[in-house]
């Protein structure tokens, strides 16, 4: 096991106006299960391939434990790497597939069995092992690339999406398998996703990506609760936070019939940055309906256009009108009240509930409770 540091990283690829990655900093301790997320295109897989030795890195370094491997071919790094594909050789059983990098490396037969059946044995695949992969389902032969990983006892796992092939109850099966499996081993583990809730569910930390640069880096509780910007809190929590442009008053932030206080440090932050408003976030389960005989609290008024109802929870797809525009506001509702399309709402936000942002730099106001 060791530590993984990527130290101002950039990747530059040919007709690109700005690096596929960005003078990456990041410091992933022993032990620890990373997880990198953001949309598609953001530079995740890359920032993976490059510690795999897959990609170059034009400028900076990554280490792993005290060696520099910047420069140094993917065989020579000490990773396993699990991918979206699985990548099995289809004329392989489950462990030929599982023992092969051991026998290319001529590891004594003995030693190979005795690897691949623990590691079966850890996966449960034990009945599988003289299986093809076309015999197999996609959560066996997940399973099998994870093998073949772990058989390799390397100093760090690399897992570029690997549930993104499965169906949805599989797939959340899988992610609480590979995060049990991860504390049990306990190897260091750098895994990429564009879904921001195996980010939230299956990490130590996670690190968000956007365009390449790194925009925050923390626990998924300290990311949900205190985004470091805008992009951060919509991006991570679903369904996403609603985020308002609104106008200053003498009182506050003006939210249709809210009023948001704002405290000293804020309105000076905001002066200084010569900004006529604020961006203003609120999450769908942060806003708390009031009854149609409540006319007296302030609120902000909203006509329902749609009702999603999982069953556990429901939410309204909503809009209000924000200053001069129409915006869309998704508000989470009680399971003891039904809804209409059409039907008007009132809306409070509970306290605490309000998440406040530069409206020009769209980073977080740092003295606001969220």
Do not use: W
């Not at 004329?91 to 030929?96: F, I, P």
């Not at 390799?152 to 169906?167: A, C, G, I, K, T």
């Not at 081993?185 to 569910?201: F, I, K």
């Amino acid at each position: 096991m060791a530590s993984v540091t990527f130290d101002k990283a950039t990747r530059r690829f040919p007709g690109m106006e700005r690096p596929a990655v960005d003078t990456l900093d990041l410091e992933i301790a022993d032990g620890e299960f990373m997880v990198l997320v953001g949309p598609s295109g953001c530079g995740k897989s890359t920032i993976l391939r490059m510690l795999a030795g897959l990609e170059d890195v034009d400028s900076g370094t990554i280490r792993i434990g005290d060696r520099d491997v910047t420069q140094l071919p993917p065989k020579d790094r000490d990773i396993a790497m699990v991918f979206q594909n699985y990548a099995l050789y289809p004329h392989m059983t489950t462990a030929d597939n599982m023992g092969f990098a051991l026998k290319i490396a001529k590891m004594r037969k003995e030693d190979v069995r005795h690897r691949v059946t623990e590691a079966a044995g850890v996966l449960d695949l034990g009945d599988l092992l003289e299986r093809k992969p076309k015999s197999l389902s996609g959560g066996q032969r997940q399973r099998v690339a994870m093998g073949r990983a772990i058989v390799r006892e390397p100093r760090v796992f690399l897992m570029d999406e690997p549930l993104s092939n499965l169906d949805a109850k599989l797939r959340t099966q899988t992610r609480t398998q590979i995060a049990s499996l991860q504390r049990r081993l306990g190897t260091t583990t750098v895994y990429v996703t564009h879904d921001q809730v195996e980010a939230m569910t299956m990490g130590d930390r996670m690190a968000v990506v956007k365009d390449g640069v790194l925009q925050q880096v923390g626990t998924p509780r300290e990311v949900f609760r205190s985004p470091a910007n805008a992009f951060v809190g919509g991006f991570i929590g679903s369904p996403s936070m609603n985020l308002f442009r609104v106008p200053l008053t003498g009182e506050g932030a003006e939210l249709g019939g809210l009023v948001v206080p704002l405290r000293p440090a804020v309105r000076r932050a905001v002066s200084e940055e010569g900004a006529a408003g604020i961006l203003l976030g609120v999450r769908p389960e942060r806003f708390a309906l009031l009854s149609s005989e409540d006319l007296e609290t302030p609120a902000l008024d909203l006509v329902v256009e749609a009702v999603e109802d999982t069953g556990a929870v429901t939410y309204l797809h909503t809009t209000a009108k924000v200053g001069p525009e129409t915006v869309d506001v998704v508000v989470r509702a009680p399971e003891r009240r039904r809804h209409a399309k059409g039907e008007q709402v009132r809306v409070t936000v509970q306290p605490g509930g309000f998440h406040l942002f530069s409206a020009t730099t769209e980073r977080r106001l740092q003295d606001t409770a969220g």
